[in-house]
Every structure is written in structure tokens, then in C-alpha cells.
């Protein structure tokens, strides 16, 4: 099994969770690799490219995103969100590892709490959690999957970041 691609659960129904999971793990560990590889002042320095965000702001607006999404939304558990914060963030490797990390064990925690056969539930997110445009009616699982694609759009975001902060003159 290739330890670099995300694993995937019995290829049942039953580990539709599972996968999930394992597919958000994979994301959240590559994006807590990219950050590793950085210096403190490269996590918070933005690339000179017009509307570029920093390494940390795109992680901790990637957590922000997943913990409205999945808490909030799929788990209807109730919390805050700051989206206009999430890019104004900034701050050291550690507290960087830290936030990506136990954002990770919260949703872990949530998505193995919620049962699988409340995925096709419809739910309307809030405003809060829901982000720029006007909400609408969702079913939990989509909500999980918008956090996969959304994880997956930053994590490259990240290493494009990575790449232009060291190729910069």
C-alpha cells in the first residue's frame, strides 16, 4: 500500500466515514509537511502575487473551513467562525502544527461520532458557517465532501506559496 495516498476503508458503505476521514487525514498531514518545511517569517510572509495569503492564513482558514463544515454543518454541533480572521492569522511553526493537528483530532472525533446513516439528512447552514455566498439547503455527507475538495484546493495553494517564497528574488 502506498503510504503517500490516503487509505481507504473496506470498500463497503460502512466505511464510507472511514474514508472520509482518511482522506482529510491525508490532506491535514500534507499541509502540517509543507508548513514544516518553512521558516517562521516564510509561514507568515504572502507571496507578491495580487490577493496572495501567507501559508498560515490559507491552514488556518482551511481549519476554520473544515471545523464550520463538518462540526457545525454535517455533526450540527454548535460554534463560532471568524472566516475574516482565519486569513488574518499568523504565528510560529509550532502553534501552526498545533492548530492544524487538533482541528484534524476534532473532526476525527466528530465524523466517527455521526452516524453514517444521517449522511443523506438535508440540513441549511448558517450564514456563519456557511462562508461568502447565500446558504442553502445541503445534505451532511456534501458538507464532508466540500471539506475534501476545500482541503484540497489550499494544500496546493500551499505548496505553490512554498514555491514562489523560495524562488523569489
Do not use: K
Not at 481507504?8 to 474514508?19: C, V
Not at 517569517?41 to 496572495?52: F, K
Not at 445541503?138 to 514562489?164: C, F, K, N, P, W
Amino acid at each position: 500500500m502506498n503510504d503517500n495516498a490516503p487509505h481507504t476503508a473496506r470498500g463497503t458503505a460502512d466505511g464510507e466515514l472511514e474514508t472520509y476521514t482518511a482522506s482529510l487525514r491525508f490532506r491535514f498531514g500534507q499541509m502540517a509537511a509543507v508548513a514544516a518545511t518553512m521558516t517562521d517569517d516564510e509561514l507568515n510572509r504572502a507571496p507578491a502575487a495580487e490577493g496572495g495569503n501567507s501559508i498560515y492564513a490559507l491552514a488556518a482558514h482551511t481549519a476554520g473551513n473544515a471545523r464550520a463544515w463538518v462540526l457545525g454543518i454535517a455533526c450540527g454541533q454548535p460554534l463560532r467562525r471568524d472566516r475574516p480572521a482565519e486569513f488574518a492569522s499568523s504565528g510560529d511553526s509550532a502553534s501552526l502544527q498545533s492548530l492544524l493537528l487538533g482541528t484534524l483530532d476534532e473532526i476525527t472525533s466528530a465524523l466517527a461520532a455521526l452516524p453514517q446513516e444521517r449522511l443523506d439528512e438535508r440540513v441549511l447552514p448558517s450564514r456563519e458557517h456557511w462562508g461568502l455566498r447565500e446558504p442553502h439547503e445541503i445534505s451532511r455527507r456534501y458538507a464532508v465532501l466540500q471539506v475534501i475538495e476545500h482541503a484540497s484546493l489550499h494544500l496546493g495553494h500551499m505548496e505553490l506559496t512554498r514555491d514562489l517564497l523560495r524562488t523569489a528574488p
